[in-house]
Antibody, heavy 118, light 109 residues
Framework: EVQLLESGGGLAQPGGSLRLSCAASGFSFSSCAMSWVRQAPGKGLEWVSAISGSDDTTYYADSVKGRFTISRDNSKNTLYLQMNSLRAEDTAVYYC???????????WGQGILVIVSS | EIVLTQSPATLSLSPGERATLSCRASQSVSSYLAWYQQKPGQAPRLLIYDASYRATGIPARFSGSGSGTDFTLTISSLEPEDFAVYYCQQRSNWPLVYTFGQGTKLEIK
């Protein structure tokens, strides 16, 4: 059974940092592309970042480029999102998601809440 | 950047009725068009991928169709558990970007 479990969320001050983790199990993590997707309170879904399964190539939405860094540790089956220079508009539930064979996300974590506020 | 526009924003129907949800892309997309269902307090769940393929475990009452810029999610006969928010999503390759529509809320009439 595929499982994705996020951790590391919470309250951060504007300009501060947080690191999210996503522990994966039930599939061959090292060969799968992964993403982070967020959802602001009462809003829709927004893709944040992706990392390939093969060569660790990374991709970012313009809204987070230069502030967020996605990475993975295949020895620990864990995906990370380092979030720096946080802004109020980064407040959201953050989901890690496994990419399917095409351009979709076939499995999602339960989500972790990040609140950026002074 | 490709924009996905979903309509209607809200759809009010009764159990047993047929639901038709639309997703229109600002330019032609590849076959990478997916649909998700999200219930309050839950993560999204993949329903349809590559425009018309049902994900594992998804009931046959859910179907997807379309190509190019116009896509449709159809629920043939609504069950009480189908009332939720539905999102479409596409992937662009150059640059790699994933885009979601703004969602359609399917509510009980």
């Amino acid at each position: 059974e595929v499982q994705l479990l996020e951790s590391g969320g919470g309250l951060a001050q504007p300009g501060g940092s947080l690191r999210l983790s996503c522990a994966a199990s039930g599939f061959s993590f090292s060969s799968c592309a992964m993403s982070w997707v967020r959802q602001a309170p009462g809003k829709g879904l927004e893709w944040v970042s992706a990392i390939s399964g093969s060569d660790d190539t990374t991709y970012y939405a313009d809204s987070v480029k230069g502030r967020f860094t996605i990475s993975r540790d295949n020895s620990k089956n864990t995906l990370y999102l380092q979030m720096n220079s946080l802004r109020a508009e980064d407040t959201a539930v953050y989901y890690c998601a496994k990419r399917g064979t095409g351009g979709h996300f076939d499995y999602w974590g339960q989500g972790i809440l990040v609140i950026v506020s002074s | 950047e490709i924009v996905l526009t979903q309509s209607p924003a809200t759809l009010s129907l009764s159990p047993g009725e047929r639901a038709t949800l639309s997703c229109r892309a600002s330019q032609s997309v590849s076959s990478y068009l997916a649909w998700y269902q999200q219930k309050p307090g839950q993560a999204p769940r993949l329903l349809i991928y590559d425009a018309s393929y049902r994900a594992t475990g998804i009931p046959a009452r859910f179907s997807g169709s379309g190509s190019g810029t116009d896509f449709t999610l159809t629920i043939s006969s609504l069950e009480p558990e189908d009332f939720a928010v539905y999102y479409c999503q596409q992937r662009s390759n150059w640059p790699l970007v994933y885009t979601f529509g703004q969602g359609t809320k399917l509510e009980i009439k």
